[in-house]
């Protein structure tokens, strides 16, 4: 009969081997399900990479033809250009700005010596007329004083 126990329990110690490597099969399917489906998703994600890899390569070629260097040197001598005419606008216009100055001043002189000028050709035709009338005044007296003469020598005479 020892040789009946020891036979059950070497079929007990044979069973619980047995789970035990039922388990580690049960296990290793499911390790093996999952790695088909890491398998299967890192394809996808390999295969999306190269789409991103060549959008990537395509945006830098896109990006490299821009030539940015250059660009940036003709926005700079744009900006110099338009920096200097507007230096020379400035200049013509303080230019500009001085001859009305001098002419505005030139004017003013000029019509300030106008007007007394004729200020002054005023005072001596005032004079000139003052003394006129004087004159007229004297001669219209004496005129009148001619005609009461030439009046009265009718009746002078006889």
Same mark, same amino acid.
Do not use: W
């Given at each position: 009969?020892?040789?009946?126990?020891?036979?059950?329990?070497?079929?007990?110690?044979?069973?619980?081997?047995?789970?035990?490597?039922?388990?580690?099969?049960? %296990?290793?399917?499911?390790? =093996?399900?999952?790695?088909?489906?890491?398998?299967?998703?890192?394809?996808?994600?390999?295969?999306?990479?190269?789409?991103?890899?060549?959008?990537?390569?395509?945006?830098?070629?896109?990006?490299?033809?821009?030539?940015?260097?250059? =660009?940036?040197?003709?926005?700079?001598?744009?900006? !110099?250009?338009?920096?200097?005419?507007?230096?020379?606008?400035?200049? =013509?216009?303080?230019?500009?700005?001085?001859?009305?100055?001098?002419?505005?001043?030139?004017?003013?002189?000029? !019509?300030?010596?106008?007007?007394? @000028?004729?200020?002054?050709?005023?005072?001596? %035709? /005032?004079? !000139?007329?003052?003394?006129?009338?004087? /004159? @007229?005044?004297?001669?219209?007296?004496?005129?009148?004083? %001619?005609?009461?003469?030439?009046?009265?020598?009718?009746?002078?005479?006889?």
């Amino acid at each position: 009969m020892a040789e009946t126990s020891e036979i059950n329990r070497s079929l007990g110690e044979l069973e619980d081997e047995l789970k035990k490597i039922k388990s580690a099969a049960e %296990l290793i399917t499911e390790a =093996r399900v999952v790695a088909e489906k890491t398998i299967e998703e890192t394809k996808q994600l390999s295969t999306i990479s190269e789409k991103l890899v060549k959008g990537v390569n395509t945006l830098v070629s896109k990006i490299d033809k821009i030539d940015f260097p250059s =660009r940036l040197d003709k926005v700079d001598a744009t900006v !110099s250009g338009i920096n200097s005419g507007m230096q020379n606008i400035l200049s =013509r216009l303080e230019t500009v700005e001085r001859h009305f100055d001098d002419s505005y001043r030139k004017m003013k002189e000029d !019509s300030e010596n106008q007007y007394k @000028n004729i200020r002054s050709h005023l005072d001596e %035709l /005032s004079t !000139s007329f003052r003394s006129s009338q004087k /004159s @007229n005044k004297i001669l219209l007296i004496i005129i009148m004083i %001619l005609m009461i003469i030439s009046l009265s020598t009718p009746f002078i005479t006889r």
